[in-house]
């Protein structure tokens, strides 16, 4: 395998991860952020405990930390935008083990019911998980560059292009 496949295959992991990091802080945090505090205790034991079984979410969460230290063996540190890219993807996934798994084990914890408790909680859950999504983002914009700076801003102008009438199409069909 050479270096640009292995990139390719690195990238899309992490847009794939990129993707479920959005629609986490994006969708699923808006529904916990409407449930009453107690709902949102189980809610959030009941979806920790199905990540932590899902093959693919623990796919996509493990295999980048092998696939990244293969790479680096094989190939260096020669290119400078995957690298910043794999940097910044680094401290995005440090971010959830700094912020959001004391949050799980916290709000894991059966005696922990405070309502107040739960409700700062919650948000500090909203925050780790913003900024991952976010700066899983800004990783994969930045190991695009790798291929092509041209290609990149195109893609992100492709992107906003694009999702205004997508979003409006959903909406449409929303029942309000």
């Known amino acids: 395998m050479n270096e640009t496949a292995a990139e390719a295959i690195i990238l899309a992991i992490n847009a794939l991860g990129a993707g479920i990091l959005l629609f986490v802080s994006g969708v699923a945090q808006k529904i916990m952020n409407d449930m009453d505090e107690l709902a949102f205790k189980n809610f959030l034991n009941v979806l920790g405990k199905a990540a932590m079984r899902d093959p ?20 260096g540190f020669n290119h400078r935008w995957f690298t910043a890219g794999i940097i910044v993807w ?26 107040e408790g739960l409700r700062r909680q919650r948000r500090k859950l909203q925050l780790g998980n913003d900024w991952r999504a976010w700066l899983t983002l800004v990783s994969v914009v930045l190991m ?21 009438p997508s979003l409006w199409l959903a909406r449409k069909y929303v029942p309000k």
């Open 56 to 75: 693919f979410a623990v796919a996509i969460a493990t295999i980048p930390v092998f696939v990244v230290i293969f790479y680096f063996a094989a190939f």
């Open 90 to 115: 680094m401290i995005a996934a440090s971010i959830t083990k700094v912020t959001n798994m004391p949050v799980y084990k916290w709000v894991g914890d059966p005696k922990n019911t405070d309502v």
């Open 144 to 164: 695009v560059c790798q291929f092509s700076v041209l290609g990149a801003i195109l893609a992100v102008v492709a992107c906003l292009v694009i999702a205004p």
